[in-house]
């Protein structure tokens, strides 16, 4: 079994900053990327910014410049941070795991979801 856990969502005012984490546990060999993505009310979900085992980091471009994805090997963990937040960012975001349990296949697990609201 494999669990990922999210925290960091919650309400901020335009311009603010919010930083999200997920975290992999369970029966984990391996990860390769991590990533988040993010769905609004009424459309579909799409990836906000993927991070490579390796480190490199590809992002959308409406969040270029404000968001930076990092991750923490050793923990299993990856993070969100989010500068200059506006109302458009407002969705439901996911973290993504691809990962490896052992079995010579790659899957890909999902967190639950936190919500962030930017909303004056």
């Known amino acids: 079994q494999v669990q990922l856990v999210e925290s960091g969502g919650g309400l901020v005012q335009p311009g603010g900053s919010l930083r999200l984490s997920c975290a992999a546990s369970g029966s984990i060999f391996s990860i390769n990327s991590m990533g988040w993505y993010r769905q609004a009310p009424g459309k579909e979900r799409e990836l906000v910014a993927r991070i490579t085992s390796g480190g490199s980091t590809n992002y959308a471009d409406s969040v270029k410049g404000r968001f930076t994805i990092s991750r923490d090997n050793a923990k299993n963990t990856v993070y969100l941070q989010m500068n200059s937040l506006k109302p458009e960012d407002t969705a439901v975001y996911y973290c993504?795991?691809?990962?490896?349990?052992?079995?010579?296949?790659?899957?890909?697990?999902w967190g639950q979801g936190t919500q962030v609201t930017v909303s004056s």
């Open positions: 993504n795991v691809n990962l490896n349990r052992g079995y010579a296949l790659w899957e890909d697990y």
